[in-house]
T-cell receptor, first 110, second 113 residues
Framework: QKEVEQDPGPLSVPEGAIVSLNCTYS??????FMWYRQYSRKGPELLMY????GNKEDGRFTAQVDKSSKYISLFIRDSQPSDSATYLC??????????FGAGTILRVKS | DTAVSQTPKYLVTQMGNDKSIKCEQN?????MYWYKQDSKKFLKIMFS???????INETVPNRFSPKSPDKAHLNLHINSLELGDSAVYFC????????????FGSGTRLTVV
C-alpha cells in the first residue's frame, strides 16, 4: 500500500466552482499535513499546512484533516483559472522527510 | 533574485556520460535537498544536507553523489548516466531539518538518450 494516495485526475471544473481534492494516507505516525501546489514546469510551492484534525482556512482555501480515518481534503472556493495546477498531498512524520503523493491535476475552465 | 536556483534547466546527454547539476539558495536556509520526480510525477527524496552535513541518504545508486561546499550550495553529480535516470530533479531548501515549508527550485529536466 502506498503511503499517500490521491486520485490523479484530471479534475475539470468551471470557473467559480467549489473544488474538493482528497487524499488518504496509511501511516498513523504522520503528524503534519501539507498541501503543495505545482504549476507545469515549476517546483512545488507550499500552499497550506495543518497539524491537528479539523479545519484550517486561508482565503479561498480550506484544509481538512481527519486523523481517525487518515483522510485529508483541500477545498477551493470560487475557483479561478489560475488555480489550474497539480495539488500534492504531503504528510510528514517526526524527522525531516516529507512524503509526497503523486498529486491531483486540477483544470479550471473560464 | 530567485530564491532557489538550479542550473541547467534542461540537460540532454548520452548514456554513460557524467554530468552535474548545481543548486544555490539565497534564503539563508540551513537545510538543502535533492528530489527526483519520475514520469509518474512522484517526488522522492534522494539526499538532504543540514549545514553541509549529509543527514538523509535514501536508497540511491552510488553513481549519484551530492556535494555541499557550503550551506548555500548543494550540487548533484551523476556518473555513468543510464536511461532510467531521465527525470526532473528538484533542489529544495528549508530553515532547518524539522521544517515542512520547503522552497523548491524550478527543476532540471534530465533526458538520457
Amino acid at each position: 500500500q502506498k503511503e499517500v494516495e490521491q486520485d490523479p485526475g484530471p479534475l475539470s471544473v468551471p470557473e467559480g466552482a467549489i473544488v474538493s481534492l482528497n487524499c488518504t494516507y496509511s501511516n498513523s505516525a504522520f503528524q503534519y499535513f501539507m498541501w503543495y501546489r505545482q504549476y507545469s514546469r515549476k517546483g512545488p510551492e507550499l500552499l497550506m499546512y495543518t497539524y491537528s484534525s479539523g479545519n484550517k482556512e486561508d482565503g479561498r482555501f480550506t484544509a481538512q484533516v481527519d486523523k481517525s480515518s487518515k483522510y485529508i481534503s483541500l477545498f477551493i472556493r470560487d475557483s479561478q483559472p489560475s488555480d489550474s495546477a497539480t495539488y500534492l498531498c504531503v504528510p510528514k512524520g517526526f524527522g525531516n522527510k516529507l512524503v509526497f503523493g503523486a498529486g491531483t491535476i486540477l483544470r479550471v475552465k473560464s | 533574485d530567485t530564491a532557489v536556483s538550479q542550473t541547467p534547466k534542461y540537460l540532454v546527454t548520452q548514456m554513460g556520460n557524467d554530468k552535474s547539476i548545481k543548486c544555490e539558495q539565497n534564503l539563508g536556509h540551513d537545510t538543502m535537498y535533492w528530489y527526483k520526480q519520475d514520469s509518474k510525477k512522484f517526488l522522492k527524496i534522494m539526499f538532504s544536507y543540514n549545514n553541509k552535513e549529509l543527514i538523509i541518504n535514501e536508497t540511491v545508486p552510488n553513481r549519484f553523489s551530492p556535494k555541499s561546499p557550503d550551506k548555500a550550495h548543494l550540487n548533484l553529480h551523476i556518473n555513468s548516466l543510464e536511461l532510467g535516470d531521465s527525470a526532473v530533479y528538484f533542489c529544495a531548501s528549508s530553515h532547518n531539518d524539522r521544517e515542512y515549508g520547503y522552497t523548491f527550485g524550478s527543476g532540471t529536466r534530465l533526458t538520457v538518450v
